[in-house]
């Protein structure tokens, strides 16, 4: 089983769109969570630091479970600009562990 | 602005040959890592270090090496170049062990 696990889509959405993207991990010792945006052939670029459940950055909403090991990214209102890989980050003594990703298509 | 910058941005290069990937930060941070990104693999953590003469294996650390010699670089050296490290390569910095980490721009390798 991969330590980080993520649906990789495609998620093929509508401009205006809600899509959620979810990750579970599997160490319950991860200490911090971040969710990174990769656009095609360039680097990870950090979206959102996931310190507790529900925060909110704009259009952005993160969920933390603890307890279930569950992380969860809500993208509201969704713009042709937030087509992108979406990554699932967790941090484990000092070395962050990367989900493989998952990919958000809007349409117009 | 403070930044991190990778160079070469493209390399090709031929099995067998010794290659050094550069990586430069100037936001004075202590960590700094080397990861590489295959399709169905995702990132990949080849090496890290946490300060000056710190040296770490990562996961896929084998036919690589890592210098640190002062805060602001880690180069990377393929002693002997395979066909098996064709890939991306991206130097990462973080000022703390359970920060965000902050991406270079890459490097693309190809070894034929």
């Known amino acids: 089983r991969k330590e980080v696990e993520q649906d990789p889509g495609p998620f093929n959405v509508p401009e205006g769109a809600t899509v959620a993207f979810n990750c579970t991990y599997s160490n319950s010792a991860s200490q911090s969570f971040f969710w990174y945006r990769q656009d095609c052939r360039k680097e990870p670029k950090l979206l959102m630091s996931v310190y507790s459940s529900g925060n909110e950055d704009g259009r952005f909403t993160e969920q933390l479970n603890r307890a279930s090991q569950y992380i969860s990214l809500l993208i509201r209102d969704s713009k042709l600009s937030d087509s992108a890989t979406y990554l699932c980050?967790?941090?484990?003594?000092?070395?962050?562990?990367f989900g493989q990703g998952t990919t958000l298509q809007v349409k117009p | 602005d403070a930044e991190i910058t990778q160079s070469p941005r493209h390399k090709i290069t031929e099995t067998g040959r010794q290659v050094t990937l550069a990586c430069h930060q100037t936001?004075?941070?202590?960590?700094m890592f080397w990861y590489r990104q295959d399709l169905g693999h995702g990132l990949r953590l080849i090496h890290y270090?946490?300060?000056?003469?710190?040296?770490n294996k990562g996961e896929v650390s084998d036919g690589y090496s890592v210098s640190r010699s002062n805060t602001e670089d880690l180069p990377l050296t393929l002693e002997s170049a395979a066909s098996s490290q064709t890939s991306v390569y991206f130097c990462a910095s973080s000022r703390r062990r359970d920060n965000e980490q902050f991406f270079g721009p890459g490097t693309r390798l190809t070894v034929l």
């Open positions: 980050v967790v941090l484990n003594t000092g070395k962050l562990i």
């Open positions: 270090s946490y300060g000056v003469q710190d040296t």
């Open positions: 936001w004075n941070h202590n960590n």
